[in-house]
């Protein structure tokens, strides 16, 4: 065998070991889910735009942005406002148990989260 064609059929084999090391579940990379444990929010309705995925605990939190679309995966209860004169006041738009989400609940700018 030519030294050209076991250099070719060296980084074949390379590549393809390679290639199985970095695949990743295709749920685990969809950027329309949300991780167990999690919360998530999206620019866009319907889990679409730019997702965040945070850790929470209980407490009331303003958000950075607005989110369109919020996913509850965590083990609390979260209340989705559009807050308008700090955490907690303003328009209640949804309350999401765990492993629910809320494809188009309005502009949400803050959260409730509260232990079951």
Same mark, same amino acid.
């Not at 685990?28 to 919360?39: E, I, L, Q, R, V």
């Given at each position: 065998? /030519? ?17 199985? %090391?970095?695949?990743? !579940? ?8 949300? !991780? ?21 605990? !209980?407490?009331?939190?303003?958000? $950075?942005?607005?989110?369109?679309? #919020?996913?509850? $995966?965590?083990?609390?209860? #979260?209340?989705?406002?559009? #807050?308008?004169?700090?955490?907690? /006041?303003?328009?209640?738009?949804? %309350?999401?148990? !765990? ?9 949400? %700018?803050? =959260?409730?989260?509260?232990? =079951?």
């Amino acid at each position: 065998m /030519s030294m050209l064609k076991k250099s070719l059929t060296m980084a074949a084999v390379t590549g393809a070991l390679l290639g199985g %090391t970095f695949v990743t !579940p295709a749920a685990a990379a969809d950027p329309n889910t949300c !991780p167990k444990g999690y919360a998530c929010g999206w620019t866009g309705a319907n889990r679409t735009g730019e997702r965040h995925v945070n850790s929470l605990t !209980p407490g009331c939190y303003p958000l $950075q942005r607005v989110n369109r679309s #919020v996913s509850n $995966q965590t083990s609390y209860r #979260v209340v989705l406002w559009h #807050v308008t004169g700090g955490c907690g /006041s303003g328009t209640k738009l949804a %309350t999401l148990n !765990p492993g629910t989400y809320a494809d188009n609940p309005g502009a949400v %700018t803050g =959260i409730e989260v509260y232990k =079951i």
